[in-house]
């Protein structure tokens, strides 16, 4: 065993890195690494630079454009644009919809979708959850029934609501889940539908997060048309297409880029801050929280490696699940204990101050206005993508057997 | 031994749980904490027509001579209806060094003031270069042949920009004591030279960053005798006050956190079944309830002690509470928003807001760490 | 509110206090104290130096000779002769088949064994969980069968195995839940009935804790004749006498006072210990734990206090699960921290050193050999008499109503 | 990086797992551990058949060559099987002791004697008035013509009785350095002026204290060529060597309660229903489950890092290693005993003796505070 790594992925890593060097732009580099706010052009321009480097999506295979790397190969890229302060790319065109058009979508299905994907010419956002179906997402009741008319052909109307749809205010495309059965199983009714959000008839209603941010929306849809050419695979089959791409959404849920970006982060705040007029980082409670902290962010790492090395470039079980639960549980601490280290100036809510090019005098240090909202934000990563509590199930179940 | 509360205090009890459910929703705080001054004038004014701003001052002084078991009522309504108005800020805060520091002059004049709630004040102690120490502070009083001439900056001044007066802790130098005496000082915030920063704290309070440059202060403007009384105890005393306080208002907001969690357990449902049916989160709720019990516990136990005149005794009860309140009000705050899935993560439902208030308690006046460390300390003198 | 005692509870508890400074054995007190073990003829003479006092029974109304006291004074009793070190008056006679004859038994009964459970002749044991029936006590196996003959008249044959008997090798009898009716519900065939344990046929068989020490049994019953007049009330309806003793059962169950007694040897325990040449006590984050630790103590003896003062002096409802929850994790703390303190020298396993009058040189500091054994013996807490996932679940739908 | 085993490690594991099903069951461990010695010459014999007692030394002492990560696969087997043998006591601390300080002669001479089983060896270090730190010895090897005269007692000497040489730490003092010099010793225990103090541990272990009282040693008792290489470092390395090898015992350990807690929770039933069908519990075994490989991490991490040339990695790593395993251990100790319910806190069952192996490996070589102390404090010099 060690931890050396071969000579190929030494190369590999050196390469990332240099290109991340040149290439991210030291703005969009700082709004992260500050912890502030990402514009959607931010996203774009940062997609459109690893197109053109042909490592527009790291996940796919190279016959569609990908770049073909295995997982070992991934994740050292996840975590070098992810500590290097690159923004993350948006997942639900580049891992969700397009694996599933993929491996169930038409030809045509993919050469008009998968290439802009790619590109970032179009944003996708997700059309899962429903106010009555969140983990138990089986139950969702938002109907697409069947018509025919003159202008659109067979078609699909849709009627009903989405919730929990992140950034669908950037969106080109939704994929949704729909209802085209309400008889026998909820699970046997259900329909996989690729829809403009250009189309007639949707309503994006922002919902306002707990830190002040809209970054989710509930999406209304009333009487939208959606051509029968838009579903994937086949009617009332939607289930078993939603449940591979869940499979799929798993890679990088561990979140230890992020965690590591937000530690060091944390160091350096910590010899910054003060207490008793000395850096707060000879207070030894608090370096023992940024200690205890860091060693399982070092487990979870190894935790990692070993699951990676063991699966020879494959992608990871339900193991994924621990590494979500330990994931998030870190990188919550993380911001936690970040929020914690600004002591009173931490309380000072400066939103403009979490906006790329804010010029104002912060209340405490620079590091300090999104501190706390950023711990009040990451409280969604063990309620977002299946809870830790349906994490933890699925330990239970597929690893333990219980 | 006795923990129940007096007839008077049940009547206060229903008093404050009668304003919050008809004069406090959520919407009237949606409104309140949009506008400009982030407090609400009417409301306050039923504060004092309710005789809250009176409790707990002398009857000479226009108050209702209540105690601590009388403040912890008012600060758990607070918390249970996420009230804004700077109750602590005037009344415990400024109210209490003025109670306790104050001359016979200086409270014949304010305390009535505050009382009848024509008076809001803040109090301007903590700097930077510290975290929560009580006695750093560097802000200096010059004294001057009529005065004293004021210089030096404040952080974290609760409803600094909301006060007509504040108080102001500096240090009193003069020739005879060029290291200067902490003493406090009366200071009009609308006078020449001070500078007020103000802003909106993460849980949609109000605070500021205060300057001061060369204010001039007259004679009447020290709190007290001529240092009949050392500033610091004083100081220590009502943060305490301030520390049980604040306890008092996490309990009541976890208490309402802990019901709206346990009824939304009972009516989600998810898989056919309401999610109060795993027993998880029935062991998490458990969890929740109990950290809440012993947080009541330690609040209670708190106000007790700032009746006692063992000043070691008290401080020790109000660290003790706020390590424990702390600590439940991170278990309870984190896991009701864990409960309520996405829900929890929005604005739009109370949730948040306890969430966030009760995070920011936990920052306020010594976090638990600071806290624990004089209970920690505190083992090395027995 | 206040926590200044009233008139009566001032004079009650100097009266206490001055009773044991006077009373209490000091070999007894000391073998408490440092945690050794204590001897039956230890218990059985402290229980009649009570008894000679009036006091045997604290829990017990006046009318079959017990004190009368109210919750308050019973509260205050427990805490001042367990801080003081006084031995636990064995429950299973006063505290739990007491209440139950005096319930449900007949005069005669109530003539026959209460006087000689308040003196200390008899000393009770219990006869509930059985292998296959602990949390699920009512599907409890043990028969007992009606017969008759000449010497004994009608009586039971009892057959059958308890467990988790506790200190059975002591008594002179037992209380048992046994099966008479095999139909029906599990909970409707259940009788009460009370054993001499010399009769023929029991065989007690000893199960060695991990702490090396022998407090608990295997009791087997082999053709145990049993007189019918010795069974509580009517036949199969063991199971309401059996719920109305476990509600008897809880008082004492928070631990406050000997957690109190644990943690005033652990302060001690930690200025005698050295870290680096200094007092343990100098050491942050040892300190920390003592201090975090009697922090919680203190919110549960107030929340004890407050639920007194509330109860107005009746006995407590459903919370008691609560107090038991926090009283066994935290006595449970107390004891880690107890065996943290004494670092290496805490290994040595010297069980001789537990007996009272051991003389020899111990590893570490007088107060070093009994910590581990305690710690280890103490994880039983949260297991016996109702785990703490049991108390969960009655908190959960006796107080939460999920 | 490469975190599999290589097909010599697989091979070796597959040995050990062997070894443990077949010749070390919990009946023979529970004769082995009632024995007067504590420990099985049979199995001692059987370790070193196998190679197991030759595998960190080089081949030229009669050795195997292997890395920490062989020892690490060991150590993991001693866990999983609750082996009571000297592995750490006499291959690991006084092993490495000699491989990395002694000179040509004594590796000669020692070396071969443990790989092939003959000797057993303890390694006597710490002392009364310390807790886990590594620099504090008072015991005094004072130069004579021909060689030392050792005073010094020495606690926690793990199989000290057991051992047929000793290594003992001691300042080596004489008139040119009164102050003595950290130095380390071969002494053999049935010299004049040796008194063991042998006991039992609260995990059936064995250790010693041990005292010298003017134990004459000659001149080649000094390990090492005459202070070439000064001790303390050796010692730091060693006590890494030891800590690592523990953290991969307590995995074994662990894996081997979870596996056992596992199945009780699918046959154990209560209300008709196997126990690992209520949920609290399943989501405390995924707990379990998570710590255990969590903690087979950091004891990976930790094998890995003894081989770096960088101490301060190395030291890290070890340290980090076991707070982590600590923490995990007594994570899945307590709860494997809580879940087994009144069999969990019997003698009968295997549980309560991995529970208490877990508990004396946190407290062994310093517990989690300790080595939390050196990772928090290296943040200090970043």
Known sequence: MNLDPSESEQVFRAEVRAFIERELPDDIRQTVLMGRELAKEDYLRWQRILYKRGWGAPGWPTAFGGTGWNAVEKHIFDEETTTAGAPGQIAFGLAMVAPVIMAYGTPAQQQRFLPRILSGEDWWCQGYSEPGSGSDLASLKMRAELAHDAENGNHYILNGQKTWNTLGQHADWIFCLVRTNIEGRPQAGISFVLVDMKSTGITVRPIIMLDGGHEINDVFFDNVKVPIANRIGEENKGWSYAKFLLGHERTGLALIGQSKRVLKRLKNMAALERANGRPLIENQRFRDRIARVEIDLTALDMTMMRLLSAGEGKPLGPEVSMLKIRGTEILQVLTELSMMACGHAGLASLPQAWKPGWTGVPIGYAHTPPMAGVYFNMRKLSIFGGSNEIQKNIVSQMILGL | ?382
């Not at chain 2, 912890?72 to 109750?87: I, Q, T």
């Not at chain 2, 009382?115 to 004040?121: E, K, P, Q, R, V």
């Not at chain 2, 704290?201 to 060369?214: G, P, Y």
């Not at chain 2, 449902?269 to 998490?284: D, E, N, T, W, Y």
């Open chain 2, 1 to 382: 031994m006795n923990l129940t509360l007096s007839e008077e205090q049940l009547a206060l009890q229903e008093t404050l749980n009668r304003f919050v459910a008809k004069d406090y929703s959520f919407k009237t705080r949606h409104d309140i904490i949009g506008s400009a001054t982030g407090i609400s004038a009417p409301h306050w004014a039923q504060f004092a027509e309710l005789g809250l701003l009176a409790l707990p001052f002398a009857e000479t002084y226009g108050g209702l001579g209540g105690s601590a078991v009388d403040t912890m009522l008012v600060m758990e309504a607070m918390g249970r209806g996420l009230m804004v108005e700077p109750y602590l800020a005037t009344v415990v805060l400024a109210g209490g060094l003025l109670r306790d520091a104050g001359s016979e002059a200086q409270k014949e004049l304010w305390l009535p003031q505050i009382a009848d709630g024509s008076l809001l004040m803040g109090f301007a102690h903590y700097e930077t270069g510290g975290r929560y120490e009580i006695d750093r502070v560097a802000t200096r009083a010059q004294r001057t042949g009529g005065g004293y001439v004021l210089n030096g900056t404040k952080t974290f001044v609760l409803h600094g920009a909301q006060a007509n007066q504040l108080i102001v802790s500096a240090l009193d130098i003069h020739d005879a004591q060029p290291a200067g005496t902490l003493s406090l000082f009366m200071v009009d915030p609308n006078a020449e030279g001070v500078n007020i920063h103000a802003y909106v704290t993460q849980d949609n309070l109000r605070a500021a960053e205060i300057s001061f440059t060369d204010v001039k202060l007259d004679d009447h403007s020290l709190l007290g005798e001529a240092h009949a009384v050392p500033a610091l105890p004083t100081i220590e005393r009502v943060l305490d006050a301030a520390n049980a306080a604040l306890c008092a208002e996490a309990v009541g907001a976890m208490e309402a956190l802990n019901q709206a969690t346990l009824e939304y357990l009972k009516t989600r449902k998810q898989f056919g079944v309401p999610i109060g049916s795993f027993q998880a989160l029935q062991h998490r709720m458990v969890d929740m309830f109990t950290a809440a019990e012993q947080a009541r516990s330690m609040a209670i136990l708190a106000s007790i002690r700032m009746q006692s005149a063992n000043a070691a005794e008290r401080r020790w009860a109000c660290a003790a509470a706020k390590v424990l309140v702390s600590e439940s009000a991170r278990l309870v705050g984190q896991q009701a928003v864990q409960l309520h899935g996405g829900m929890g993560v929005t604005d739009e439902l109370n949730i948040s807001h306890y969430f966030k208030r009760l995070t920011a308690i936990c920052a306020t006046f010594g976090d638990a760490d600071y806290h624990l460390g004089y209970v920690s300390d505190s083992l090395l003198a027995a």
